[in-house]
Each structure stands twice: as C-alpha cells, then as structure tokens.
C-alpha cells in the first residue's frame, strides 16, 4: 500500500510540474540599437532635419513590424520603442507611444513612468489639449520658452513626482532655467522641447 500511495504522489507530481521551464525573455537586440540611434541622433548636432526625419521614420516602421510581429517581449523593448515612437509626427504616434510606454512600465522597467507621462503629454498637445505632467516646453518664434498649454489643476504634486516630471515648484524652476538659456528670438519655429 505504502509503494502504491508514493508511485501516486510522484505521477501526480510529475503531471503538475511544467515539462520545460519558461524561458525568461531576452531583450531584442535590434530594439536597443534603434534606441541607442535615436537617442545618438538627438544629441547630435546636425543641420540635416530632412535626413534625420527619415531615419526616425525607418525606425518607427521597423519597430511596428517587430511590434506585429510579437518580438517586443521586455520592460526594455517597449521602453525603447515607445521613445521611437514619441519621435513621430502624428497623433498616433504619440498614442502608440504612450501605450507602449504604459506597457514597459507594467513589466518593470525603472524609467518607463517618465516616458509614459511625456507621451501623453505630447499626445495631448498634438490634439489641441493642454498637457497635465508638464514633460514638454514649447519655443514659440517670438521668443522663451513655455509648458503652456498645461492645466495644472487636474492631477496633484505626488502623481507628477512619482512620475519623474516634478512637482510644480520644481517645473516653474527649471522653466525659469530654460528661458535664461534661450535668446530672446529664437528662429526655426515652435518646437516641442523633450526627447
């Protein structure tokens, strides 16, 4: 009886145990280095605008049909790919990028909170709503520098702090930094100023 009993117990431990243990994601190799050039490309100091716009669009392409394709797996491939797609030139790339900032934040990447609240931001702007995390700064061409239109009143200071966007003491501050930086005219047109 006692052999009988211990042959049920590791059959029906066998059974429940996985045939395979599930293998933990890796990041996709191809993500990081589309990252890595699109975060290179904006710190590079370069005239060629035209030249830039299409490689940021080659890489929102590409990442779509990784996306389509189910090779984002990781909190660091959305992450990467939701600032790809915050480089875009539409709604919906601001859209797409939010939610694929919101999902790397869901799967524990550290800095996705930040990225989630800036592509939001710049969807909303995109759209003809005020920003509510104050992540983007506006260089109009008559001059400084402003996070208008921004309605301050919708969320409190903890939620924009938990997102790394500060709180609005913090926000008028390093506005006040950046208008000290920015000469009085600044040609080229009204840009958004985050990356």
């Not at 959305?78 to 600032?83: I, N, P």
Request: glycine share 8%; hydrophobic share 45%.
């Amino acid at each position: 009886m006692k052999r009988g009993f211990g042959f049920a117990i590791a059959l029906a431990l066998a059974i429940a145990a996985p045939a395979t243990a599930q293998e933990v994601p890796q990041d996709n190799a191809e993500v990081a280095a589309m990252f890595a050039a699109d975060q290179s490309q904006r710190m590079a100091d370069t005239d060629d605008h035209e030249a830039a716009a299409r490689a940021d669009e080659q890489r929102r392409m590409h990442i779509r049909e990784l996306f389509e394709a189910g090779e984002l797996k990781t909190g660091a491939d959305y992450f990467g790919a939701a600032f790809i797609f915050q480089h875009g030139n539409e709604p919906r790339d601001y859209l797409l990028a939010h939610v694929l900032a919101v999902r790397a934040a869901a799967l524990g990447h550290r800095d996705a909170q930040w990225i989630a609240a800036a592509t939001l931001d710049r969807y909303l702007q995109s759209i003809g709503q005020p920003q509510i995390y104050s992540t983007q700064y506006r260089f109009p061409n008559e001059g400084g520098v402003t996070m208008e239109p921004y309605d301050r009143t919708l969320l409190v200071d903890a939620l924009r702090k938990a997102s790394s966007a500060g709180d609005l003491a913090a926000q008028e501050r390093k506005l006040a930094e950046y208008a000290k930086l920015v000469a009085p005219a600044k040609a080229g047109g009204d840009e958004a100023g985050s990356n």
